[in-house]
């Protein structure tokens, strides 16, 4: 099956949580907002200075400012000035009423308690406005949009520390076969490191979503059965390793004994063909290769749209090279961008085993399955590894 007729199939089965859940925003960063966040306070709150320096009148400048008071951050009297008076200010603290410009500290040549105004002062210079940056009642931020860094600060900002967010899909991930072992076990020359869960784990971290690692499933029917009876209470289980058909398909033969309806049982991608999805009652299990590259490329280009539409950042550029492809299927080609043009890594070739060659690569390109080539100088749009 092709990738988009699967991600079509797959998103006719599967629907996102429409329900929400108060969290702090210590926990939200990544997620997405259930609700319009309007903004409670004027930011600033009252009219402030922009750096250190001395408060003063602009029109006043020709003759030297006598300094009568000192203003600090966090100061709740205003102070006023007169006739060629000024406040030595600090950044943040309330300008005095009559000031309307701020003559920074290093500007200035101070005499005793006169000041002299530099040449180059510009009125308003310094002033910040009561509610210049953002007044109450304004939309700050739009249900749908994704918490960011920037919004955590905003929202705290805002004296908000609970937001209502939209509800995650809950997702189990399982490694199968017998050769593997955790990383934090010793692996013999016959053993392999489980890759593959944590490199799961963290394409689905990138966009936000939780995650709960549940183990290795050995290749034996009872035990493959046994591991899908326990998840039960999750919306979608992603599981590495069984995914090719040997003498005995115990993920099929499983799943179809638990009432598991196949989606599709191959896609026909490079790196990523023996991919398989199941579904029952509206939750999903995906059987991924267990080649680590495969297995990367069929979990970023099916389960993480299905989970965040917006998950990928794309990039057009130009191809660098003349690169042959194997036309019928989409091809993966990994690589870089050098001097506003894509170089694929290895000048694209690879084993679908290698993390190595991922490794050395920011970008993905996916050809089209009647391409066989991509000529040098085309125009080409790109996916950023996560």
């Not at 030595?88 to 000031?99: L, N, R, V």
């Not at 490079?270 to 490329?297: H, I, Q, S, T």
């Not at 290895?346 to 085993?353: A, D, E, P, T, V």
């Amino acid at each position: 099956m092709l990738l988009n007729d699967a991600l079509d199939a797959l998103k006719s089965k599967f629907k996102l949580k429409i329900d929400s859940e108060i969290l702090p925003i210590s926990m939200a960063l990544g997620r997405i907002l259930a609700n319009d966040v309007v903004a409670v306070k004027n930011l600033p709150c009252f009219d402030n200075s922009a750096l250190d320096g001395f408060a003063v009148k602009f029109d006043e400048k020709d003759k030297p400012y006598k300094i009568i008071a000192s203003a600090f951050a966090g100061d709740k009297e205003q102070l006023a000035i007169g006739k060629n008076e000024c406040v030595k200010i600090m950044t943040g603290a309330k300008m005095p009423k009559g000031a309307d410009t701020v003559m920074r500290f290093e500007d200035c040549v101070v005499e005793g308690e006169f000041v002299k105004a530099p040449a180059k002062l510009k009125k308003g210079e310094a002033y910040r406005f009561k509610g210049e940056e953002t007044k109450v009642g304004e939309i700050l931020l739009k249900s749908g949009e994704i918490l960011n860094t920037r919004s955590v600060m905003m929202l705290a900002a805002q004296g908000i520390s609970f937001i209502d967010v939209k509800k995650q899909s809950s997702v189990g991930i399982y490694s199968s076969g017998n050769e593997i072992i955790e990383p934090w076990q010793r692996a013999s020359e016959d053993e392999i490191y489980n890759a593959n869960a944590l490199g799961i784990t963290a394409l689905l971290s990138s966009i936000g979503q939780k995650s709960s690692y549940l183990g290795i499933i050995k290749d034996e029917l009872s035990a493959v059965k046994q591991a899908f009876l326990n998840t039960t209470n999750y919306d979608i289980i992603v599981c590495s390793g069984g995914a090719s058909a040997g003498e005995a398909d115990f993920m099929k033969i499983a799943l179809s004994e638990l009432g598991y309806n196949e989606i599709f049982s191959h896609l026909d991608i490079r790196p990523g063909r023996p991919c398989k999805a199941y579904e029952k009652d509206g939750k999903l299990v995906f059987v991924l290769p267990g080649n680590p590259m495969a297995a990367y490329v069929c979990m970023m280009m099916l389960v993480l749209p299905l989970l965040r539409e917006d998950c990928f950042v794309m990039q057009n550029t130009t191809n660098a090279q003349n690169l042959k492809v194997k036309s019928g299927r989409i091809n993966a080609i990994f690589g870089n961008i050098e001097n506003d043009k894509f170089i694929a890594t290895n000048g694209g070739k690879y084993g679908s085993g290698m993390i190595d060659h991922i490794l050395k690569s920011t970008f993905m390109f996916l050809t089209s399955p009647d391409q066989s080539e991509i000529l040098q100088n085309s125009e080409i749009s790109l996916i950023k590894l996560p």
